[in-house]
């Protein structure tokens, strides 16, 4: 059971180029989340798919976009790349609605991001 | 609004020494609670979990009890141990996953 699968793991961009963070998830899970982690920031959420079809901002959306492709995948986008966008980027899922507060969520094993 | 918050660190403890790591909570409902622990270079995995008041969640000789009155959920471990240095993240979920700041333990030999 591969859980969450976030490619690539590491990856080097120069100023102004742009990538897609890919994730996709094996368990089913109606919500989906890319977070940012930078040294004492802890985690922030840049944006969160509730469902299949739905997206939402979260604290710091600017300079991504996402596209929850299907239930399995959520992609993140950096159209313009910024040194400010260096960080370890986390994908996660979980189920999150009434009857399923209980169920932890999954992470992946995080994108290691450098802009020059 | 929901948010959770949790002390800053680092925490540096030597081996076999006492842990806590304080968490408080607001919620607009009635929430379950998670510390999830990152260990260097790793993504984010779940230490424990609790979801409902008074509920004690444990794992790996760590324990902590969601309680309702306090909205508090603290970490404990009686014996650290070296192989406990990561950093611990406090979480809650209700309708979306809500986590702390995240507090560094390290833990010398």
């Known amino acids: 059971n591969a859980g969450v699968t976030q490619t690539p793991k590491f990856q080097v961009l120069k100023t102004g180029q742009s990538m897609t963070l890919q994730c996709a998830q094996d368990?089913?899970?109606?919500?989906m989340y890319w977070y940012r982690q930078d040294p004492g920031m802890g985690l922030r959420l840049i944006y969160y798919?509730?469902?299949?079809?739905?997206?939402d901002k979260g604290e710091v959306p600017n300079g991504y976009n996402v596209s929850r492709l299907n239930k399995r995948e959520f992609s993140l986008r950096l159209e313009s790349a910024a040194p400010s966008q260096t960080s370890v980027y986390f994908c996660a899922s979980s189920e999150a609605f009434a009857g399923a507060l209980n169920t932890e969520a999954f992470f992946g094993q995080g994108t290691r991001l450098t802009v020059v | 609004g929901n948010s959770v918050t949790q002390m800053e660190g680092p925490v540096t403890l030597s081996e076999e020494a006492f842990l806590t790591i304080n968490c408080t909570y607001t919620a607009t409902g009635y929430p379950s609670l998670f510390w999830y622990v990152q260990y260097p270079g790793e993504g984010l995995q779940l230490l424990l979990k609790a979801t409902k008041a008074d509920d004690k969640g444990s794992n790996k000789g760590f324990e902590a009890t969601y309680r309702k009155e306090t909205t508090s959920f603290h970490l404990e471990k009686g014996s650290v141990q070296v192989s406990d240095s990561a950093v611990y993240f406090c979480a809650l979920n209700f309708n979306k996953f809500y986590f702390g700041s995240g507090t560094k333990l390290n833990v010398k030999p």
């Open positions: 368990m089913n899970h109606n919500s």
């Open positions: 798919s509730a469902s299949e079809g739905t997206t």
